[in-house]
């Protein structure tokens, strides 16, 4: 699986600003949620909702938070 960032567009304007030692994702509702990232033999925690968004993901998108903090996809193209 292969994802070509130049096709990458924007779906929703979301605006979080990221605190480090987070690990933002799409979850499966459709909605931004944040796992604190395991560190030097620390595990990691549990998973939160940052922000209810409620997207309809569609398949063959890779969907992500973009350096804007705005939910964006990318089409996957097969390798």
Do not use: F
């Not at 998973?47 to 309809?56: A, D, F, I, R, S």
Request: no cysteine; net charge positive.
């Amino acid at each position: 699986m292969e994802v070509t960032n130049h096709m990458a567009e924007k779906v929703q304007k979301v605006g979080i600003t990221r605190a480090s030692g987070y690990l933002y994702y799409i979850d499966k509702q459709g909605d931004v949620s944040r796992a604190k990232m395991a560190r030097g033999g620390k595990k990691g925690g549990k998973p939160e909702k940052v922000q209810k968004v409620g997207l309809k993901k569609q398949t063959g998108y890779l969907y992500y938070l973009d350096k804007k903090g705005d939910v964006s996809r990318a089409k996957m193209v097969n390798a």
